[in-house]
């Protein structure tokens, strides 16, 4: 058994997660045909078999321990490489996935290599802010991993929710001082804080932050992201 695989099935159970061979085996090719890609493409840092069960696939599987997402839509606002919307598409039970990132070249990459490796997810390219247009409050579930502080990273998700529907931000320790710097836009944008779930991976705290849309997303979010940089909410 690789390293992958057998890192995948040694640590899921600490999850809560019970998943089939076919697919941990689906899993564990995603995550070797990044690491192959990465030798051409700058997708990660991290290419170690073990690291990138635990720090990519098994990270992005927390998803699935947040949220009943049992026949509803997600979008990956910002995917990079594809985490955590593909797990989450590869391990979900009926879940309709979307991955939005603004690289054209990332995104070719991987409108190439799921449908070779079976996996069904929408992929858009474009900005968050700009994209937000066609796609307004069309999804349950937005999430997002890596992409900005939480003070910027709710006005790029926050507007494609639909209200009753959730943020579900993926975050490491700093989650708790994160989310107290964006008391501010959570009010702003019909969110509210619903829970804050912990998970030890590889050591290290992993969290998830559930922020549940109460109330519409006012009009003028998301603002040009040079704006949200320049002054979050």
């Known amino acids: 058994m690789n390293t992958m695989k057998q890192t995948l099935l040694s640590e899921l159970p600490a999850l809560g997660l019970t998943l089939g061979g076919e697919t941990v085996?689906?899993?564990?090719?995603?995550?070797?045909?990044?690491?192959?890609?990465?030798a051409v493409m700058n997708l990660t840092a991290i290419t170690e078999p073990a690291a990138v069960a635990r720090l990519h696939l098994l990270d992005s599987l927390t998803v699935l321990t947040a949220a009943d997402l049992k026949g509803k839509s997600l979008i990956d606002v910002g995917c990079g490489a594809g985490f955590p919307g593909v797990p989450v598409a590869i391990a979900g039970e009926a879940v309709k996935v979307t991955l939005?990132?603004?690289?054209?070249?990332?995104?070719?990459?991987?409108?190439?290599?799921?449908?070779?490796?079976?996996v069904q997810a929408n992929c858009i390219t474009a900005r968050a802010e700009e994209a937000v247009a066609d796609h307004r409050e069309k999804?349950?579930?937005a999430t997002s991993r890596a992409v900005a502080r939480l003070n910027i990273l709710l006005e790029l998700t926050a507007p494609y929710v639909r209200?009753?529907?959730?943020?579900?931000a993926l975050k490491g320790a700093a989650a708790r001082q994160e989310l107290d710097e964006?008391?501010?836009a959570v009010g702003k944008l019909g969110l509210k804080v619903e829970d804050i779930k912990d998970f030890t991976i590889d050591g290290a705290t992993h969290s998830i932050i559930i922020l549940r849309k109460i109330a519409k997303?006012?009009?003028q979010f998301p603002r040009r992201y040079a704006k949200i940089k320049?002054?979050?909410l």
């Open 25 to 38: 085996d689906k899993l564990c090719a995603f995550g070797a045909a990044v690491v192959e890609q990465n």
């Open 100 to 118: 939005l990132d603004s690289l054209g070249k990332r995104m070719s990459w991987l409108e190439t290599i799921l449908p070779q490796l079976g």
């Open 139 to 141: 999804f349950d579930y």
């Open 163 to 168: 209200v009753g529907g959730a943020v579900l």
């Open 182 to 184: 964006a008391k501010n």
């Open 217 to 219: 997303t006012p009009p």
């Open 230 to 232: 320049q002054s979050p």
